[in-house]
């Protein structure tokens, strides 16, 4: 199942790439539905705050109707950072799985194990490493395009 929504994010990722955003999806499931799908939209929005993670975050708090999401589940191709680990855990979502870790911006194992901080007031499940090659793959492709 994890599979299916991260080929679901992958499209999102897809779509910022087009756009010519860095290539990030996320996809937010409740009850085996999604409930949001997004991708990063900085350049865009000239917003720092628009990654594809909140996002969706914002999107899936509006369909519950409530900031806890403590039932959802956020696919997201590529390790969080500081910021979107932050609104991971204030809206409480209970399961992150991603795709591809980031080495210099990932707070979720690469840089420090923000999610699964006892010290925080609610942890996270995480998996990681679902259709890694893929979205490591559309990054690449980025960057590429990028520096030629």
Known sequence: MDEKYMKEAIKEAKNALKEDEVPIGAVIVYQDQIIS??????????????????IAIDQACKKIGDWRLNECTLYV?????????????????????????????????????TLTDSKNNHTVE???????????????????????
């Open 37 to 54: 799908r997004a991708h990063n939209t900085k350049e865009k929005n000239s917003n720092p705050l628009c990654h594809a993670e909140i």
């Open 77 to 113: 191709t590529i390790e969080p950072c500081l910021m979107c680990c932050g609104a991971i855990i204030q809206s409480r979502i209970k399961k992150l799985v991603y795709g591809a870790q980031n080495q210099k911006f990932g707070y979720v194992e690469s840089i420090a194990q």
């Open 126 to 148: 995480v998996k990681s490493g679902i259709c890694e090659e893929e979205c490591k793959k559309v990054m690449q492709e980025f960057f590429e395009s990028k520096r030629k």
